[in-house]
C-alpha cells in the first residue's frame, strides 16, 4: 500500500516560494493562513539552507492523538485528514504538531480561533470528491483526479517531492548517489577536512 | 387562574426541547463524516506512481 | 477556501436526491478514464459532465485547458490554464514544456490571479481637480489623442515620449516601434535600456548579435557555472534547476556579487567583490589564465581578433592591485581561474550586476573575452548565458522598441529606413514628413534629421523634460509622457522625476495597473489611465532569454473594459490618421488589428536577425508538441516538429518553407548552418589596421568555402557561381540586396544550401575600436568611496550631447560624496515580485510574502548608526533624496554596504500615497521606491543608468 509523504530536498530548495503559492492559489487559501511555507536557517552566511514545510502527515500523528474530539483520520494512502464539521478550533493540534501546521482564521470581533485548517495533501476532506462544498471547505482534490499535490508538481528546482515515500526515497537515493562525493552532503566536511 | 398558570407553564417548559440526536464522544473513534474515493488504494498508487514519474522527475 | 464565482445551484446538497453512494457509483465506472485524461497533451476540451462522472462536478460547463507562457521573467515556463465558462479556474503544470518541466516560482505559480482582478485598472480614467473620474474610451482616446496632436503642432513630434513594454508580445512590440515611426519621432523605449542595454551594446559588438548564446537548458552540459553579478536563485529560480542538473553532474559553480546572495548559497565558491570593481576582477581572473598559459590559443587565433591588446592590458592586473581594488584574494581569484580552465566548456551568466553601470559596455565585453579567451564560444556547455529579464524583453529589444534602431537592429541609416519602408509598403517619403523636418546634430560634419538620430532615454526622460530645451538635440523639451506597460519606479532620480512628471502638459499611463506613475506626482490635472489587457486575455508569441519564440493562446477575455495593446495603439493610429499606414497588410477586425497578420509581416522583414522562419503555424505546432522536445538539447525527437529546436531560436533563416530548425546553440561551427550552425559575424569589415577580421581555418561544418567570408550578398554569390540557384522571382528580388535586405530570402537560402552562414564567418574582436573604451578598462564608478582611485581610474568626460541630452560624468566624480554618505549603496531583486511591482504588489498570494520594503544592512553598520533590526530607518542619497524603510541587518552584506529591492512603491520620503489610488486599485504593499535615492550615472554606450553602485547614509528615524 502506498504511504504519502513530502520530501523537500535542502540542496535544491531556494527558498522561490512557488510552493507557498501554488498552494494559495489551487485551494484559495486566505490571507493569514500559511498551509505551507519555505523555513530558512542561516540566513545570509555561507551554510544558508531553506526546506519548505506542510503538514507531514505523520504514521502516528500527535495532532489525531491528542484531538478532544477525535475529528482525524487517515486516508489509506497515509493522508491525515480532519472533519470541520466536528472540529471545535481548541487549539490543541498546533500544540502537538512539531511542524506548526494546524492554522486557524481568526473570525469574529474578539479574534476567535476558528475551523482548525492544514495541508491535504492535496487530497481534500471528508465531503464528495471535487464536490462543491469539498472545495469551498479544504481546497481541491488533486490525488482524487490522479494528480499528486500542486506545490510539488510546481517546485521551481523540483526540490519539494510528493507521492508515495518508497518512490520519493528512490529520486532523492538517485540524487545522493549523484552528487556522492560533494562537500553537500553533510559530515563530508567533517570526516575528510583538508 | 389555575388554567392560565398552567398553560404558562407549559409555554416555558417548551424550551426543555432536547433534540436526541447528538454525537457521544468515543475515545479515538473519529465520528465525523466518511471519505470515500473513488478508485480503490492500490488503484490510486499506480496512477500516481506514473503521475510522478512524468512531472517530478528530471527529464 | 472559496472559490470565486461559484454558482450555488450547483453545489450538491446532502438533501437532494443524489446520494454520495449513488453519485460515487456512477464515477466509479470513469474513475480510471478520469485520471488517465488528465494526463494527456494540453489544450484538450474535456466535458464536466455529473452523469459521466469524470471531472470535477464542483460547477457545470466544460473545462478546457489553454496552453499559454508565464508573462514574468525570461525563462518563459509553460503555463497551463484551466478555463471553465470564461473563468480561468485552475493552474496545471506544464510538465512536457522543455523549460519548466512544470516548476514555477513563486510569480508563476501565482498567475491565475490576474484573472481575479481584484486591483486591476477597470476603465479608462482621468485626473480631475485632484481625483479620479472615470471616462470612456473614446473620450479617452479623443482628449489625448488631440492634446498630442496640439503638442505636435506646437513643439514637434519628438516632444511626445512613447515609451513601451518589455510585457508587448512580439507582434504588439513590433506594432509599436512601427507606430512610433509613424508618428514621426524615434524617442521610443522600453526596460531593455534600463536592464540589458549593455549587454546587447557589448557583446553585439564582439561577435554580432547581443543574446544569450546558448540555453537555460544547455546548461545542464556545462562543465563550470559561472555566475557574476547575478542572483538566478531569485530572478530567475526556474533557470536554477537547470543549473543544478548540471552542477549535480559535477560542474562546480561559482558565485561572484557583492552579496551573498540565495544563489551563492548554492556556490561551491563565492567570492565577494567591491560594488562597480568588475573589470579588475575579471582581468585578474585573466591575468591567472594568460600567466598560465591556460588560454586556448588555437581558438584564438583562428576567431579572435585583438587578443594582444587584451594581453598588454591585463597584465597591468596583478594580483595585489586586483585584491586592492576589487577585494578578491589571489588565491580566490586563482581558485576561480583554475575551476574555469580545467572544467571546460564552461558558461559565464551575468545580469544586472555587470550591466547596471557607467561601464557596463565594458563589463559585458570583459565576459566575453574570457569565454573567448578559454575557448567556450560555440560548444554546448558553455557560451554567454545572459539572463534576460522581462518575458519578453528579448523580443522587444528584436522588433527595434528603442531609441536607437528599427525594429532587427537595422539601425535609423537610411538603409534601414529604406528596407522596412519597404515591409511596411509605405511610401519612405511620407514617413520623412512625418518627422521633424529641422536638424540638430551633425555627423561627420553634415546636419542630420531627428530622423536618424538615437532619441532620448528612458533612463533620460525627464531629463528630456526638466532640460533647458536649447540643450536638447530636438525642437522643444518633452511634453507629454506615454509610460505605456513601464513602471517609474524602475528608473533612477526619484525626485527629479516627480517634478518632470508634475512639469508635463500630459501624462498618460497604459497599464492593467496604475502603477506607481499615478500616485508619485502632486498632479491635479492631465494624467489619464488607460486599462489594458495582461498578457493572459490575448494571444501572440514572445520570445525568451534563449532566443526561443513561443506562442500564447487566451486563456480568458479581457476583463473590464481593458483592451489589448495593439487595439489601443489602432485608436491612437486611427485618431491621428494613420491607421492605414500602420495596417496596410494587416486585417483589422473591429479595431483590433490580426494578432497573425503582424507576424507574417515581421517575417517578410526581420532577415537580419532570423525572425523569418518563426511562422505563428510553425509555433503553434510546437506548443502542442511539447512532448516531443528532448529536454537537454531542445530538440524534437519524432513527431511532427521533427528537427526543430524548441521556439525556432533565431536567427531561424530563410522563409518557412526552408524549415530552418532555429539555432540552439549560436557560433558552433561543429554543426552545418542549415541544422542550426553559425558563426561570429562579420559585421566589423573585412580587415582593420592591416589585420585580417575573417576567421581563419575555422569554417562551419559543410561550409563550401572552407575558410573566412564576408556577409552574404547577391554580389558575392554571383562571384560564386552561384546565382542560378536562386528561382526566377528570387533573382528579381534579390538582385543587387544583401541577406539583410532580399525580401525573397534567397539569398540566404542559397547560401545555406552551400554551407555558409548568411552573416558571414569572421573573428570575434577583443577591441571595439567605436567604443569610448576599445580595450575595456576600469573606471570607478561615479559616486565612489576610494577616492583614492578616482584619480587614475576616473570615469568619461562630460558630454555636450549624448541620445541628443547634456550628460555629466567627471563633473560628479569629482565631488567627494564619501564623508557624508559613506556607505555604497546598491539594489536587485526578490523572487516575490517583479519590476516596479505594483502587478506584483497587488496580488494577495505574493504580497503577503514580502510586507514591508527594506534595506539590508551589515550588523556592524547597524551598531556604529544604533539602528536594531526591524527598526525604521532613513537612507539618505547624495542627491537629495531620503526614504524611509525598515531595517534587516544581516551579514548577507559585508561592512560599509547596504541593499535594496527596488520593486516597492506608494510611499514617498515616509508619507504613504495609498489615498492617491484610485479606489480599489491601491497594491496590498505599499514602500518605498529605492530609486529615489539612486542617483545619476549614464553607462557610456547605451545610457544605462547606474543602480548597482552608489553612496547613501543610514540613520535611525
Redo the contacts between chains.
Keep these: 500500500?502506498?504511504r504519502?509523504k513530502f520530501l523537500c530536498d535542502a540542496?535544491?530548495c531556494?527558498?522561490?516560494?512557488?510552493?507557498?503559492?501554488?498552494c494559495?492559489?489551487?485551494?484559495?487559501?486566505?490571507?493569514?493562513i500559511n498551509r505551507r511555507r519555505v523555513v530558512t536557517i542561516d540566513?545570509?552566511?555561507?551554510?544558508?539552507?531553506s526546506i519548505s514545510v506542510a503538514c507531514m502527515h505523520c504514521s502516528d500523528a500527535p495532532c489525531a492523538a491528542v484531538c478532544?474530539?477525535?475529528?482525524?483520520?487517515t486516508?489509506?494512502?497515509g493522508v491525515v485528514?480532519?472533519?470541520k464539521?466536528?472540529c471545535i478550533g481548541c487549539g490543541y493540534c498546533f500544540y502537538a504538531c512539531p511542524f506548526g501546521a494546524p492554522q486557524y482564521p481568526q473570525e469574529g470581533a474578539f479574534g476567535a480561533r476558528g475551523k482548525m485548517?492544514k495541508c491535504t495533501f492535496c487530497a481534500?476532506?471528508?465531503?464528495?470528491?471535487?464536490?462543491?462544498?469539498?472545495?469551498?471547505?479544504?481546497?481541491?482534490n488533486r490525488?482524487?483526479?490522479?494528480?499528486?499535490p500542486?506545490c510539488?508538481?510546481?517546485?521551481?528546482?523540483?526540490a519539494l517531492?510528493?507521492?508515495?515515500g518508497d518512490?520519493?526515497a528512490d529520486?532523492f537515493r538517485s540524487?545522493v548517489v549523484?552528487?556522492g562525493g560533494r562537500?553537500d552532503n553533510w559530515g563530508w566536511e567533517t570526516a575528510y577536512k583538508d | 387562574m389555575k388554567l392560565l398558570s398552567l398553560m404558562f407553564a407549559a409555554l416555558l417548559l417548551s424550551a426543555c426541547y432536547e433534540d436526541t440526536d447528538v454525537?457521544l464522544?468515543?475515545?479515538?473513534?473519529?465520528?465525523?463524516?466518511?471519505?470515500?474515493?473513488?478508485?480503490?488504494?492500490?488503484e490510486?498508487?499506480d496512477?500516481?506512481?506514473q503521475?510522478?514519474?512524468q512531472?517530478?522527475?528530471?527529464r | 477556501?472559496?472559490?470565486?464565482k461559484?454558482d450555488p445551484a450547483?453545489?450538491?446538497s446532502r438533501t437532494s436526491g443524489i446520494n454520495?453512494r449513488t453519485?460515487?457509483r456512477g464515477s466509479g465506472i470513469a474513475a480510471g478514464g478520469?485520471?488517465?485524461m488528465?494526463?494527456l497533451p494540453t489544450a484538450m476540451i474535456e466535458k464536466a459532465d455529473a452523469a459521466e462522472g469524470g471531472?470535477?462536478?464542483?460547477?457545470e460547463g466544460e473545462i478546457s485547458r489553454v496552453h499559454s507562457v508565464c508573462s514574468h521573467c525570461s525563462v518563459g515556463c509553460g503555463v497551463v490554464a484551466e478555463v471553465q465558462n470564461g473563468v480561468w479556474i485552475?493552474?496545471?503544470?506544464s510538465?512536457e514544456h522543455p523549460f519548466?518541466?512544470?516548476?514555477?516560482?513563486?510569480?508563476?505559480?501565482?498567475l491565475?490571479?490576474h484573472g481575479h482582478g481584484d486591483k486591476r485598472l477597470k476603465y479608462p480614467m482621468k485626473k480631475v481637480n485632484g481625483e479620479w473620474q472615470r471616462m470612456s474610451w473614446e473620450d479617452a482616446i479623443e482628449e489625448i489623442g488631440q492634446k498630442m496632436l496640439d503638442i505636435r503642432e506646437a513643439a514637434g513630434p519628438d516632444s511626445v515620449y512613447w515609451l513601451g513594454s518589455a510585457k508587448f508580445s512580439n507582434e504588439q512590440a513590433y506594432l509599436f516601434r512601427k507606430f512610433a515611426a509613424l508618428w514621426g519621432s524615434n524617442n521610443v523605449d522600453h526596460q531593455a535600456r534600463i536592464c540589458h542595454s549593455t549587454t546587447v551594446a557589448g557583446v553585439a559588438n564582439t561577435w554580432g548579435y547581443g543574446a544569450m548564446t546558448n540555453s537555460y537548458n544547455d546548461i545542464h552540459n556545462s562543465k563550470a557555472i559561472f555566475i557574476i553579478g547575478a542572483n538566478p536563485?531569485?530572478a530567475h529560480?526556474?533557470s536554477?534547476?537547470h543549473i543544478?542538473r548540471g552542477k549535480?553532474?559535477g560542474a562546480p559553480v561559482i558565485v561572484v556579487d557583492p552579496r551573498?546572495t540565495?544563489?551563492a548559497?548554492?556556490a561551491?565558491q563565492?567570492i565577494r567583490i567591491r560594488s562597480g570593481s568588475d573589470i579588475p576582477f575579471i582581468w585578474g581572473m585573466l591575468w591567472h589564465i594568460f600567466q598560465n598559459g591556460w588560454e586556448d590559443k588555437s581558438f584564438i587565433e583562428q576567431r579572435v581578433y585583438g587578443m594582444d591588446d587584451i594581453r598588454a592590458e591585463v597584465a597591468n592586473w596583478t594580483p595585489d592591485k586586483v585584491e586592492d581594488i576589487s577585494g578578491a584574494k589571489e588565491a580566490d581569484v586563482y581558485q576561480a581561474a583554475k575551476t574555469m580552465s580545467e572544467h571546460r566548456p564552461g558558461t559565464v551568466i551575468w545580469c544586472m550586476g555587470i550591466t547596471q553601470h557607467t561601464v557596463g559596455n565594458s563589463n559585458t565585453r570583459a565576459l566575453c573575452i574570457l569565454q573567448l579567451a578559454l575557448g567556450n564560444m560555440g560548444v554546448s556547455g558553455g557560451g554567454t548565458n545572459i539572463f534576460r529579464g522581462h518575458d519578453n524583453v528579448q523580443g522587444a529589444t528584436d522588433f527595434g522598441v528603442v531609441s536607437n534602431s528599427l525594429p532587427g537592429y537595422y539601425g535609423l541609416a537610411e538603409e534601414a529606413w529604406q528596407h522596412w519602408a519597404r515591409v511596411w509598403d509605405v511610401d519612405l517619403d511620407w514617413i520623412k514628413n512625418r518627422f521633424d523636418q529641422r536638424t540638430y546634430e551633425e555627423i561627420d560634419g553634415k546636419k542630420i534629421s531627428p530622423m536618424y538620430t538615437n532619441g532620448i532615454t528612458v533612463s533620460r526622460w525627464i531629463d528630456g523634460v526638466l532640460e533647458d530645451k536649447a540643450n536638447i538635440d530636438q525642437n522643444d523639451a518633452i511634453k507629454a509622457m506615454v509610460l505605456w506597460g513601464h513602471a517609474p519606479n524602475s528608473q533612477t532620480r526619484g525626485p527629479e522625476m516627480k517634478a518632470a512628471m508634475e512639469k508635463l502638459e500630459m501624462l498618460v499611463i497604459v497599464d492593467p495597473y496604475p502603477t506607481v506613475s499615478a500616485v508619485m506626482n502632486d498632479r491635479t490635472d492631465g494624467v489619464y489611465l488607460l486599462p489594458a489587457t495582461t498578457q493572459f486575455e490575448t494571444h501572440g508569441s514572445l520570445t525568451s532569454s534563449n532566443r526561443s519564440v513561443q506562442w500564447r493562446h487566451k486563456i480568458i477575455e479581457p476583463l473590464f473594459e481593458s483592451l489589448p495593446d495593439h487595439t489601443i495603439m489602432y485608436k491612437f493610429a486611427n485618431k491621428f490618421g494613420f491607421e492605414n499606414e500602420l495596417c496596410k497588410n494587416i486585417q483589422v477586425t473591429g479595431e483590433e488589428p490580426t494578432i497573425e497578420d503582424i507576424a507574417r509581416e515581421y517575417n517578410r522583414g526581420m532577415w537580419a536577425v532570423g525572425y523569418t522562419g518563426q511562422t505563428p503555424e510553425r509555433l503553434k505546432l510546437q506548443i502542442e508538441n511539447l512532448h516531443t522536445f528532448n529536454k537537454t538539447t531542445l530538440r524534437a525527437e519524432g513527431g511532427p516538429c521533427d528537427g526543430e529546436f524548441y521556439g525556432l531560436p533565431w536567427p531561424c533563416w530563410g522563409t518557412a518553407e526552408m524549415k530552418h530548425p532555429g539555432t540552439h546553440i549560436m557560433y558552433d561551427t561543429s554543426v552545418p548552418v542549415a541544422e542550426g550552425g553559425g558563426a561570429f559575424r562579420a559585421r566589423f569589415g573585412v580587415e582593420h589596421n592591416g589585420e585580417n577580421l575573417l576567421a581563419e581555418n575555422s569554417w562551419s561544418a559543410d561550409s563550401e568555402i572552407e575558410d573566412g567570408y564576408p556577409e552574404v550578398s547577391a554580389e558575392m554569390i554571383k562571384e560564386l557561381g552561384w546565382w542560378d540557384d536562386l528561382t526566377a522571382s528570387e533573382k528579381a528580388e534579390a538582385d543587387g540586396k544583401n541577406w539583410k535586405t532580399d525580401l525573397s530570402g534567397g539569398i540566404q537560402r542559397v547560401a545555406i544550401k552551400h554551407g555558409l552562414s548568411p552573416a558571414g564567418n569572421a573573428k570575434a574582436r577583443a577591441i571595439v575600436w567605436q567604443f569610448p573604451d576599445p580595450v575595456p578598462i576600469h573606471r570607478e564608478p561615479l559616486y565612489t568611496n576610494r577616492r583614492d582611485l578616482v584619480e587614475k581610474y576616473p570615469t568619461y568626460e562630460d558630454r555636450r550631447s549624448f541620445y541628443r541630452l547634456p550628460t555629466r560624468y567627471g563633473s560628479i566624480q569629482a565631488q567627494d560624496f564619501s564623508k557624508d554618505f559613506p556607505l555604497i549603496m546598491t539594489s536587485g531583486r526578490l523572487?516575490?515580485y517583479e519590476g516596479g511591482g505594483d502587478e506584483t504588489r497587488s496580488n494577495?498570494?505574493?504580497a503577503?510574502?514580502q510586507q514591508d520594503m527594506f534595506i539590508?544592512i551589515n550588523p556592524a553598520d547597524a551598531n556604529n548608526a544604533g539602528i536594531k533590526n526591524g527598526e525604521q530607518v532613513w537612507v539618505d542619497g547624495p542627491e537629495g533624496g531620503s526614504i524611509k524603510v525598515m531595517a534587516m541587518v544581516?551579514?548577507?552584506v559585508e561592512r560599509g554596504v547596504v541593499f535594496m529591492p527596488f520593486h516597492f512603491g506608494g510611499h514617498y520620503q515616509g508619507e504613504s500615497l495609498r489615498d492617491k489610488y484610485p479606489d480599489g486599485t491601491a497594491p496590498h504593499v505599499l514602500g518605498e521606491s529605492c530609486n529615489v535615492v539612486f542617483t545619476y550615472g549614464y553607462d557610456s554606450v547605451t545610457a544605462m543608468q547606474e543602480t548597482k553602485v552608489s553612496l547613501c547614509r543610514v540613520r535611525a528615524a
Design positions: 500500500m502506498a504519502m540542496e535544491r531556494i527558498e522561490c516560494n512557488a510552493c507557498v503559492t501554488a494559495k492559489n489551487e485551494h484559495e487559501v486566505p490571507w493569514g540566513d545570509g552566511i555561507p551554510g544558508e539552507k478532544p474530539v477525535d475529528c482525524f483520520y486516508t489509506d494512502d485528514l480532519h472533519d464539521d466536528i485548517d481534500g476532506g471528508p465531503e464528495e470528491d471535487n464536490s462543491a462544498i469539498e472545495v469551498e471547505k479544504y481546497g481541491r490525488l482524487a483526479e490522479g494528480k499528486l500542486l510539488a508538481e510546481m517546485c521551481s528546482t523540483k517531492l510528493a507521492g508515495d518512490i520519493v529520486l540524487r549523484r552528487r562537500p | 454525537t464522544h468515543e475515545a479515538g473513534v473519529y465520528k465525523g463524516s466518511d471519505d470515500k474515493h473513488a478508485m480503490s488504494a492500490d490510486r498508487a496512477v500516481l506512481k503521475r510522478f514519474n512531472v517530478q522527475t528530471d | 477556501m472559496k472559490l470565486i461559484r450547483a453545489i450538491i454520495r453519485f460515487l478520469a485520471a488517465f488528465s494526463l471531472q470535477p462536478a464542483y460547477d485552475g493552474q496545471e503544470p510538465f519548466n518541466l512544470g516548476s514555477h516560482c513563486a510569480k508563476g505559480a501565482s491565475r490571479e536563485a531569485e529560480p526556474v536554477l534547476q543544478f549535480e553532474r551573498f540565495r544563489t548559497a548554492h561551491d563565492f523572487v516575490e494577495p498570494w505574493l503577503e510574502l539590508e544581516t551579514e548577507r
